[in-house]
Each structure stands twice: as C-alpha cells, then as structure tokens.
Nanobody, 132 residues
Framework: QVQLVESGGGSVQAGGSLRLSCVAP????????VGWFRQAPGKEREGVAS????????HYVENVEDRFTISRDNSKDTVYLRMNSLKPEDTAMYYC?????????????????????????WGQGTQVTVSS
C-alpha cells in the first residue's frame, strides 16, 4: 500500500516560517497531484495546497495563498510546503497525500477540489504548532 512520508513540522512563534517535506514512492510521484492537508483538534481535515507533479500546476486555498508556497523536486520525489508568516490558527497536524491525476482528463478537479476522500497514501503527519 502506497504511503507518503511527511516531515519538517515544529513549534514556532507567530510570524515564523517552516518548510514541510513530503516524500512519495517514485511511481506515485510521477503521476500524481500531491496535496497538503491539515487537521486541528476537533476540526475536519482540510486541504491547504496541491501540486500536479507533471507541469508543476499549483492550487492554494484562499487563506494561505499569500503565505504558503508548494513546490516539488522531481529528482527527490519530494513535494515541499514552505509556510511563512505563520499564525496560531495554522496550528494543526499536517498531512500529504496523492491523487492519480494522470488517469483522468479532469485532473484540475482533483487539484483544485482538494477533497481528502479523493486522495490516498496518508502518512503519519507532522505537527505544526504556532504560538502567539
């Protein structure tokens, strides 16, 4: 079963930065939209940003698009999430997962929808804590 591996979380002060990493199996990486999601205690899992590794197309949810940057390194089968100007409300467990965007002509729906039920390969997550 495919599983992606997240790392890079930590505790920072408000206004600080972190870079999260997500490593995928090569075969998964080369055909996927990889999404970053987060889940705070008592809340539902929500999408944050996504990238189609073929072509580098990206999507962000509105409340992070001017602070977070998603990117990929094809040589390392890794997707990054650079998070700047962190706020206490960004505190959550962060996860990455993948959707097979190469299998459909409607890949933009997967990329932009960021629906957790359409993504697979959930890892253990990495905790991000932002203090005020």
């Amino acid at each position: 079963q495919v599983q992606l591996v997240e790392s890079g979380g930590g505790s920072v002060q408000a206004g600080g930065s972190l870079r999260l990493s997500c490593v995928a199996p090569h075969d998964t990486f080369t055909r996927s939209c990889v999404g970053w999601f987060r889940q705070a205690p008592g809340k539902e899992r929500e999408g944050v940003a996504s990238i189609y590794t073929r072509g580098g197309f990206t999507h962000y949810v509105e409340n992070v698009e001017d602070r977070f940057t998603i990117s990929r390194d094809n040589s390392k089968d890794t997707v990054y999430l650079r998070m700047n100007s962190l706020k206490p409300e960004d505190t959550a467990m962060y996860y990455c997962a993948a959707a097979d965007c190469s299998a459909t002509s409607n890949w933009q729906l997967l990329l932009r929808g960021l629906r957790p039920d359409e993504y697979r390969g959930w890892g253990q997550g990495t905790q991000v804590t932002v203090s005020s």
